[in-house]
């Protein structure tokens, strides 16, 4: 079965400056996609950005970028410039090919401080 | 917009009392789930339809029933509530395998 860890409970940043959230998976699956999706609070949760495993090319959203690495099973969400606004729970998560059901990790709270 | 609705975002009921938990989207979209949210365990997927009258048991069925009769709409039962199903529960919807788009959330206190 797919699982999702998320080893970074909560973290946090200074204004302006850039964090990098964690995301490991396990899958024997080699087509897939991994998904980071943000929870402000008392919001609701909306994807940050996608990427399809099968796209060498690491995915970009403007202050948003991940670092793929397909063999070691690695999806970590750089966040650069960070704003208050981007105070947060951050899910990464997994949907093999074909499914459409997502397996989420546990979360990562992330605090922005000015 | 993909506009998904969730009819409570606070709903507080006693034990034993049956519980619908309403969830409407208006994009046409196949599939819809049901999380429940809690503390430390992130998103466990509860039950998910992937059209009119289908269901698919999650990983934590086990209290919960589900109904979708209109392609629009899904409801989570709580056939008899208990206070271990004190929870956040989010509901979401997509097209095949793509993005989720989730509601607000209804954040259910069993007492």
């Known amino acids: 079965a797919q699982t999702v860890t998320q080893s970074q409970p909560e973290m946090s940043v200074q204004e302006a400056e850039t964090v990098t959230l964690s995301c490991t998976y396990d899958t024997s699956e080699n087509n897939y996609y991994l998904f980071w999706y943000k929870q402000p609070p008392s919001r609701q949760m909306i994807l940050v950005i996608r990427q399809e495993a099968y796209k060498q090319q690491n995915a970009t959203e403007n202050r948003f970028s991940v670092n793929f690495q397909k063999a070691a099973k690695s999806f970590s969400l750089k966040i650069s410039d960070s704003q208050l606004g981007d105070t947060a729970m951050y899910f990464c998560?997994?949907?093999?090919?074909?499914?459409?059901?997502?397996?989420f990790g546990k979360g990562t709270k992330l605090s922005v401080k000015p | 917009d993909v506009k998904v609705t969730q009819s409570s975002r606070y709903l507080v009921k006693r034990t034993g009392e049956k519980v619908f938990l309403e969830c409407v989207q208006d994009m046409d979209h196949e599939n819809m789930f049901w999380y429940r949210q809690d503390p430390g365990l992130g998103l466990r997927l509860i039950y998910f339809?992937?059209?009119?009258?289908?269901?698919e048991k999650g990983d934590i069925p086990e209290g919960y029933s589900v109904s979708r009769e209109k392609k629009e709409r899904f409801s989570l039962i709580l056939e008899s509530a208990s206070t271990n199903q004190t929870s956040m529960y989010l509901c979401?919807?997509?097209?095949?395998?793509?993005?989720?788009?989730f509601g607000p959330g209804t954040r259910l206190t069993v007492l």
């Open positions: 998560a997994f949907a093999e090919y074909g499914q459409g059901n997502l397996i």
């Open positions: 979401a919807s997509s097209l095949l395998v793509s993005e989720q788009f």
């Open positions: 339809s992937y059209d009119v009258k289908m269901k």
